[in-house]
């Protein structure tokens, strides 16, 4: 993968609801990601993941379908919000609002499939955050949803037109980390 993946969010013009459901139009409509790879080697993830992205005026929404074959054997230990929820299986989105991408400035929200959400911030000091997420288990899956809004992402200052992202899995029933580099 040397060449660095470009997606381009699809604008939905009304609120996509975060409630772990995605037969809703909105996500069906939204660019669908695939593709994981595993950190470090570089292999396709052992178990399949969809990331779709969508946004309004307002938000970025983002849906996860984490197909995998154990459901009962998911790791979800963390029980608030505000703890290290990618300890647990979960989904993170690394985001720096800015077309180089720059780690002192990157945002990273993370969803447990116990529906337990963390943001981790740049300036790392601990405030009321009006982004939400919810997960849903189901028979072969589960899903996780999150609505961002932009003023979430703007105390750094300007907002580019070319973000970088990634899209990440936790799975921690192999212990390996899946990419969807974006």
């Not at 288990?137 to 750094?156: E, H, N, Y």
């Not at 899209?167 to 390996?176: D, I, K």
Request: glycine share 6%; proline share 4%.
């Amino acid at each position: 993968m040397s060449e660095v993946p470009v997606v381009t969010p699809t604008y939905v013009g009304y609120a996509a609801r975060a409630d772990g459901k995605v037969g809703e139009q909105a996500w069906s409509n939204a660019t669908c990601l695939s593709n994981f790879r595993l950190v470090g080697s570089g292999e396709p993830a052992s178990q399949r993941t969809e990331a779709r992205v969508c946004y309004d005026r307002s938000n970025l929404y983002i849906s996860f379908e984490c197909f995998e074959d154990e459901m009962g054997r998911l790791k979800t230990e963390s029980t608030h919000d505000g703890e290290h929820v990618w300890h647990d299986d979960s989904v993170e989105i690394w985001i720096s609002p800015y077309s180089v991408a720059d780690a002192a400035k990157t945002h990273q929200f993370v969803v447990s499939a116990a529906g337990i959400k963390t943001h981790v911030h740049p300036d790392h000091a601990r405030r009321e955050e009006p982004w939400r997420a919810a997960a849903v288990r189901m028979t072969g899956k589960w899903v996780a949803q999150i609505t961002i809004p932009f003023d979430t992402l703007r105390p750094l200052g300007r907002n580019e037109s070319c973000w970088r992202v990634n899209f990440c899995r936790n799975e921690y029933l192999t212990a390996r980390r899946a990419v969807g580099r974006r």
